[in-house]
């Protein structure tokens, strides 16, 4: 017979050594997620591949080139275009993927009295900021919406989900839309390629992942005739993007959130 | 127990009714045809064969929807070895191109009402 001492301290024991096995195994399967691909992962087909871990997507936006002709709204025509996003006409069930507001509601509260004459007016093209830290995945109940370890995208799944619309409150950057009604009818020339969404659901940008995967560049990128929109892998410090960014004065959007955006804005 | 007659003469009518979808469609032999399906003219070999293929091609599109979607793993390979893009649209749809004389004919016959076509382009949508 053990007593009470005796039967508190192996307890305590038991315990102790289940709560650090398990510690263990949680920091070994991440070592192992955050493993950079090697030479003969690389060399496998593409499908065998695993995911590299290291890299992050971002975007940067020349202002100085953008603001060269202001009324162009070829990013928007052609992002639209290819993911079938739908022109209801009427600003309360607008549906937007990339779009351009005033520098003053961009960037707001960062303005002053005595700024450059003009400046707050300036169209600036928005897009989902593919956050680090992302609100609308913390909250979105079905995981519809989530942050792609591999690449630092902010991906939806539209199959997935159930138009609670948590992420739309979440978001502080407007990134989001919903569809009120069947979007169909509303799309001027349907692309077979790319589905439509169904009312419901909430869409937004996703960075062009299909086109990624293909090996292309986002179409707002594509279609900026100014390159003012430059693409790139943030983690990798030679990419075009990381040299921008270290080399210009560079602005996110509210950046005290915490919510770390991966679309810069090289300021004028 | 008087009513023992009754009962059992009452449960027997009951019987009867609850099963005549069953005797009725057995004496009659009216059941609707299957249906006949347009296959594609230039391809004869689906991803994978065709008993597999009709009885859970719906398991395979959930399959490649998470893969594609959550994974980003966008390549199949059929058992014997064909490579395919995991893609309702750019795959299935290039050989069975005509959603009607296929898909429907067979979703109609089985009850089935799928959803993918509420955001997933068939081509006769863009004509």
Known sequence: MINRKEFLKAAGCAALAAVTGRWAAAAETASKAGRPQSAEEAARPRHERR??????????????????????????????????VPDLGNPKEEVKWIWKEPFEHAFHGEGHDFEKAGLGDLPTPLLCNHCEKPACAKVCPTKATWRREEDGIVMMDWHRCIGCRYCIVACPYGSRSFNWRDPRPFIKKVRAEFPTRTRGVVEKCTFCEERLAQGKPPACVEACKAKALVFGDLSDE???????????????RKPGLGTRPKVYYLAP | MHD??????????????ATSPLWYASLARSSA????????????RCVLPREVI???HMQLLDEWRTQVVRDGQRDYVTPDGRRFDKSLTRTCLKCHSNEKNFCSRCHDYAGAKPVCWNCHVKPEDIK
């Open chain 1, 51 to 84: 995911p590299r871990a290291s890299r992050q997507w971002g975007m940067a936006v020349d202002l100085r080139k953008c603001w060269k002709d202001e009324g162009c709204r070829d990013c928007i025509a052609a992002c639209h275009q290819e993911h079938n």
């Open chain 1, 238 to 252: 030679g990419s075009e993007v990381r040299k921008l960014l270290k080399s210009n004065f560079s602005l996110v």
């Open chain 2, 4 to 17: 023992t007659g009754k009962i059992l003469a009452g449960l027997a009518v009951f019987l009867a009714l």
């Open chain 2, 33 to 44: 045809a299957a249906p006949r399906l347009d296959l594609p003219a230039a391809e004869r």
């Open chain 2, 54 to 56: 009709r009885a859970s």
